[in-house]
């Protein structure tokens, strides 16, 4: 079993900047590729970013690529998602999620654990 803690949502004005972090704890870390996905009120959710077991490979959508970037810090157990020029249109609920597998991209389908989800707002 995995367990997924989100940190670092809040509320931020558009053009700023926010940086997420999951904790993992459980099985080993270092072994499962991990995700963001986000979903707004109204809307299914949707993939945001994803990384390599060993951080060598990462995935972004068309939505947040050039402005969100994710990594990993195996030794902390922890991935991040930094998150620049946020726009109005970034405001969801933002969800860690880790796959077993140890490459993943965008299909919730691959991923086997979930956090309970961090909220972000972004004013105009």
């Known amino acids: 079993q995995v367990q997924l803690v989100e940190s670092g949502g809040g509320l931020v004005q558009a053009g700023g900047s926010l940086r997420l972090s999951c904790a993992a704890s459980?099985?080993?870390?270092?072994?499962?590729?991990m995700g963001w996905f986000r979903q707004a009120p109204g809307k299914e959710r949707e993939f945001v970013a994803a990384?390599?077991?060993?951080?060598?490979?990462?995935y972004y959508a068309d939505s947040v690529k050039g402005r969100f970037t994710i990594s990993r810090d195996n030794a902390k157990n922890t991935v991040y998602l930094q998150m620049n020029s946020l726009k109005p249109e970034d405001t969801a609920v933002y969800y860690c999620?880790?796959?077993?597998?140890?490459?993943?991209?965008?299909?919730?389908?691959?991923?086997?654990?979930w956090g309970q989800g961090t909220q972000v707002t972004v004013s105009s």
């Open positions: 459980g099985r080993t870390f270092s072994s499962y590729a």
């Open positions: 999620a880790a796959s077993l597998r140890t490459v993943v991209r965008g299909a919730i389908s691959e991923y086997d654990y």
């Open positions: 990384i390599s077991w060993r951080g060598g490979r990462t």
